[in-house]
Nanobody, 127 residues
Framework: QVQLVESGGGLEQAGGSLRLSCVAS????????MGWFRQAPGKEREFVSA????????YYADSVKGRFTISRDNAKNTVYLQMTSLKPEDTAVYYC????????????????????WGQGTQVTVSS
Protein backbone atom coordinates (compact mmCIF):
# COMPACT_ATOMS: atom_id res chain seq x y z
CA GLN A 1 0.00 0.00 0.00
CA VAL A 2 1.00 3.58 -0.51
CA GLN A 3 0.71 6.32 2.08
CA LEU A 4 -0.87 9.54 0.89
CA VAL A 5 -0.68 13.11 2.20
CA GLU A 6 -2.89 15.86 0.77
CA SER A 7 -2.36 19.60 0.87
CA GLY A 8 -3.72 22.74 -0.75
CA GLY A 9 -7.18 23.00 0.71
CA GLY A 10 -8.54 26.22 2.18
CA LEU A 11 -11.18 28.90 1.96
CA GLU A 12 -11.99 30.37 -1.43
CA GLN A 13 -14.73 32.55 -2.83
CA ALA A 14 -17.16 31.27 -5.42
CA GLY A 15 -15.61 31.52 -8.87
CA GLY A 16 -12.11 31.15 -7.51
CA SER A 17 -9.53 28.40 -7.90
CA LEU A 18 -7.56 26.02 -5.72
CA ARG A 19 -5.04 23.31 -6.45
CA LEU A 20 -4.85 20.21 -4.30
CA SER A 21 -1.74 18.07 -4.16
CA CYS A 22 -1.27 14.53 -2.92
CA VAL A 23 2.19 13.12 -2.32
CA ALA A 24 2.61 9.36 -2.10
CA SER A 25 5.28 7.42 -0.28
CA UNK A 26 6.96 4.33 -1.65
CA UNK A 27 8.14 3.20 -5.05
CA UNK A 28 4.83 1.88 -6.40
CA UNK A 29 3.04 5.17 -7.04
CA UNK A 30 3.46 5.00 -10.80
CA UNK A 31 1.81 1.56 -10.84
CA UNK A 32 -1.42 2.78 -9.21
CA UNK A 33 -4.43 4.43 -10.70
CA MET A 34 -5.17 7.46 -8.54
CA GLY A 35 -8.23 9.48 -7.72
CA TRP A 36 -9.94 12.14 -5.68
CA PHE A 37 -13.11 11.80 -3.65
CA ARG A 38 -14.95 14.29 -1.47
CA GLN A 39 -17.32 14.17 1.46
CA ALA A 40 -19.61 16.99 2.53
CA PRO A 41 -21.18 17.09 6.01
CA GLY A 42 -24.02 14.61 6.30
CA LYS A 43 -23.35 13.11 2.90
CA GLU A 44 -21.62 10.00 1.62
CA ARG A 45 -18.14 10.10 0.17
CA GLU A 46 -18.40 10.65 -3.57
CA PHE A 47 -16.15 10.21 -6.57
CA VAL A 48 -14.64 13.36 -8.08
CA SER A 49 -11.96 12.31 -10.54
CA ALA A 50 -9.52 9.54 -11.45
CA UNK A 51 -6.40 9.15 -13.56
CA UNK A 52 -4.66 6.06 -14.86
CA UNK A 53 -1.06 5.01 -14.27
CA UNK A 54 0.52 6.96 -17.13
CA UNK A 55 -1.77 9.96 -16.81
CA UNK A 56 -3.26 9.66 -20.29
CA UNK A 57 -6.77 8.64 -19.25
CA UNK A 58 -8.92 10.66 -16.90
CA TYR A 59 -12.48 10.48 -15.56
CA TYR A 60 -14.64 13.10 -13.88
CA ALA A 61 -17.91 13.26 -12.05
CA ASP A 62 -20.50 15.18 -14.03
CA SER A 63 -20.68 17.80 -11.29
CA VAL A 64 -17.04 18.84 -11.82
CA LYS A 65 -16.53 18.13 -15.52
CA GLY A 66 -15.12 21.16 -17.30
CA ARG A 67 -14.10 22.84 -14.02
CA PHE A 68 -11.66 20.41 -12.40
CA THR A 69 -8.53 18.86 -13.91
CA ILE A 70 -6.64 15.89 -12.53
CA SER A 71 -3.00 15.30 -13.37
CA ARG A 72 -0.01 13.41 -12.05
CA ASP A 73 3.76 13.64 -11.97
CA ASN A 74 5.18 10.15 -11.47
CA ALA A 75 8.70 11.52 -11.02
CA LYS A 76 7.43 13.43 -7.97
CA ASN A 77 5.02 10.76 -6.71
CA THR A 78 2.31 13.41 -6.81
CA VAL A 79 -1.23 13.70 -8.10
CA TYR A 80 -2.97 17.05 -8.44
CA LEU A 81 -6.51 18.35 -8.63
CA GLN A 82 -6.83 21.79 -10.19
CA MET A 83 -10.21 23.24 -9.27
CA THR A 84 -11.57 26.30 -11.05
CA SER A 85 -14.93 28.11 -11.12
CA LEU A 86 -15.52 26.88 -7.60
CA LYS A 87 -19.07 26.73 -6.28
CA PRO A 88 -20.36 26.63 -2.70
CA GLU A 89 -21.55 23.06 -3.36
CA ASP A 90 -17.90 22.06 -3.86
CA THR A 91 -17.38 22.56 -0.12
CA ALA A 92 -16.21 19.25 1.35
CA VAL A 93 -13.26 17.34 2.70
CA TYR A 94 -11.28 16.12 -0.30
CA TYR A 95 -9.52 12.76 -0.12
CA CYS A 96 -6.74 11.42 -2.29
CA UNK A 97 -7.08 7.73 -3.15
CA UNK A 98 -4.88 5.01 -4.60
CA UNK A 99 -6.44 2.10 -6.46
CA UNK A 100 -6.72 -1.20 -4.63
CA UNK A 101 -4.67 -3.05 -7.25
CA UNK A 102 -1.39 -1.93 -8.78
CA UNK A 103 0.24 -2.72 -12.07
CA UNK A 104 -3.07 -3.20 -13.84
CA UNK A 105 -5.49 -0.71 -15.46
CA UNK A 106 -7.68 -0.37 -12.38
CA UNK A 107 -9.05 2.98 -11.30
CA UNK A 108 -10.56 4.14 -7.99
CA UNK A 109 -14.02 5.22 -9.10
CA UNK A 110 -15.94 3.97 -6.07
CA UNK A 111 -14.81 3.72 -2.43
CA UNK A 112 -14.57 -0.06 -2.83
CA UNK A 113 -11.93 0.43 -5.53
CA UNK A 114 -9.64 2.24 -3.09
CA UNK A 115 -6.72 0.57 -1.37
CA UNK A 116 -5.26 3.64 0.37
CA TRP A 117 -6.77 6.94 1.50
CA GLY A 118 -5.16 10.20 2.44
CA GLN A 119 -6.16 12.02 5.63
CA GLY A 120 -8.24 14.59 3.75
CA THR A 121 -8.02 18.33 3.20
CA GLN A 122 -10.86 20.78 3.78
CA VAL A 123 -12.11 22.92 0.90
CA THR A 124 -14.61 25.64 1.74
CA VAL A 125 -16.18 27.82 -0.93
CA SER A 126 -18.04 30.91 0.19
CA SER A 127 -20.84 32.50 -1.81
Amino acid sequence: QVQLVESGGGLEQAGGSLRLSCVASGRTFSYHGMGWFRQAPGKEREFVSAINMNGLTTYYADSVKGRFTISRDNAKNTVYLQMTSLKPEDTAVYYCAAARYSGVPYLPRTPRDVGSWGQGTQVTVSS
